[in-house]
Nanobody, 120 residues
Framework: QVQLLESGGGSVQAGGSLSLSCAASGTIFRLVAMGWYRQAPGKQRELVAS???????DYADSVKGRFSISRDNAKNTVLLQMNSLKPEDTAAYLCNAYVYTAQNHWDQFWGQGTQVTVSS
């Protein structure tokens, strides 16, 4: 099994910054991709940003230019730096990872989620 431990988040005023960190641990043969999703009350879960093993990134249009995702492959950690936060960024942010737990077997794992609240 793989565990995703999230840290960061909290409350901030509009225009402020927050950072989220997620560390993967457990039976990790190879960590393929990591990312962050978010879910606000009454809304569908959406991809915020992802990064693959080679460093390639993908962002939701709504966060491009404001959020930056990075990873430390040696520590199996992904970071999300969030700048110029808006009230509409308020949501529970969940870490996600695609992990090979054996040479020929992969699974998708989720963190518990961390709350980000942006006040106007």
């Amino acid at each position: 099994q793989v565990q995703l431990l999230e840290s960061g988040g909290g409350s901030v005023q509009a225009g402020g910054s927050l950072s989220l960190s997620c560390a993967a641990s457990g039976t990790i043969f190879r960590l393929v991709a990591m990312g962050w999703y978010r879910q606000a009350p009454g809304k569908q879960r959406e991809l915020v940003a992802s990064i693959n093993a080679g460093g390639g990134t993908d962002y939701a249009d709504s966060v491009k230019g404001r959020f930056s995702i990075s990873r430390d492959n040696a520590k199996n950690t992904v970071l999300l730096q969030m700048n110029s936060l808006k009230p509409e960024d308020t949501a529970a942010y969940l870490c996600n990872a695609y992990v090979y737990t054996a040479q020929n077997h992969w699974d998708q794992f989720w963190g518990q989620g961390t709350q980000v609240t942006v006040s106007s």
